[in-house]
């Protein structure tokens, strides 16, 4: 099938053209060898698109009919899909009221690079991007043998996000008529799994006062934080001292994250919460604020010269060789606020208390992750004529 697509033409061209073409029984559909040619008026100007099948270039004609009519007829963008994608992510801000986080735009850079930039050809037009095409897409996100691995469905999903993102946006500034990825479909494939592989892990009391106990001691007040209150290591290493309230009522205000060197809001309006602080935890970190400088945005956890800590340089150096002495080589930063929900739970805390202290945006997201740790095998059985 011959790509269709639109060109101007000098009234000298058109006329060397159309001695060429012959006539069709549909006005302004003529044919042209094994191919159709469909002639309009755009913009003051002749147009051209091309058709494969007689049936594709009466469709075409209808259509273009059908925008004039509607005075939605203009000229199809010439620009390519690769060059919209590359610079549509660096201007795109979201939909959401929450706006779009930067640490996003980087992963949706990623994506585009791994994936996108990859499979579609650098001559493929935005308008020419079809559900076809994306369909194709999906199809060798999913063949083991062109990425040299199995990708799995999540992985799958997350590459097509922002192609999905970019396409509405063209549409949304009349780029394209209609979105391509509308109805996409994307694989659930069945996979066999060990029976505990997807559940969560967790260290037992003893594993963490170890773990605690064994960490250097400029790591060890944050090792500590981390497991007494659930926090993300993000949240930790964002703390201020106006965020850490040692008075009466011990807690912590969680207003912030650290996420690639990079200061962010809570994802969500759950994620801005106070987190209630042990006493022995509180009198600890009200010693670790009086070495420091005096200044309301000083960093509570903070490298030798005052700035941001880094996860993944605090977790290769300090982490990873502590856990592997405990007995836990799998465990990373988030295995204790794992841990966390754990022993709250074990301890009697409901779920929604719990939800809210862990920021999650609802008790059910909560109780999807923690399901296995609740205390008790079971419901017992229910006598209805008991009692």
Known sequence: MHAKGTAAQTPEASRLDERK????????????GKSYVVIYRAGGRQRKEFAGTL???????????????????????TVTFRAYLEEWVE??????????RESTREEYRR?????????????????DVTPYRLARFVDWLCDEVAQGKRLADSTVANAVIPVRAALATAQREGLIRH?????????????????????????????????????PEDHRL????????????????????????????????????????????????HGRRDVPLPAGLAKRLRAHLAALPDEADVLVFATAGGTALDPDNVRSRMLKPLVRKIGAPWAGFHTLRHTY?????????????LSRVLGHHSPAFTLSVYTHLLPGEGAPALDLRAG
Request: proline share 4%.
């Open 111 to 127: 994506l585009l690079t791994s994936y996108a930039y990859e499979h579609f050809s650098e001559k493929l037009r935005l308008t």
């Open 222 to 269: 944050l090792l500590e934080v981390l497991a007494s209150c659930g926090l993300r290591v993000s949240e930790a290493i964002a703390l201020q001292r106006r965020h850490v309230h040692v008075g009466a009522k011990p807690h912590l205000k969680i207003r912030r994250a650290i996420v690639k060197r990079r200061v962010e809001p809570p994802k969500t309006k």
């Open 55 to 77: 049936d594709e270039a009466r469709r075409i004609k209808r259509e273009r009919e059908t925008d004039r009519d509607r005075g939605e007829l203009q000229e199809r963008t």
């Open 21 to 32: 073409l012959e006539k069709t029984k549909t006005p302004g559909v003529y044919r042209r």
């Open 341 to 353: 929900a754990s022993l709250q739970l074990a301890r009697g805390v409901n779920i929604v208390q």
């Open 179 to 215: 979105n391509p990825a509308v109805k996409l479909a994307l694989p659930h494939r069945e996979q066999i799994r060990e029976d505990d592989e997807d559940e969560v892990k967790t260290l037992s009391r003893k594993q963490v006062r170890q773990l605690i106990n064994r960490a």
């Open 91 to 100: 201007r795109y801000r979201g939909q959401g009221r929450r706006g779009f």
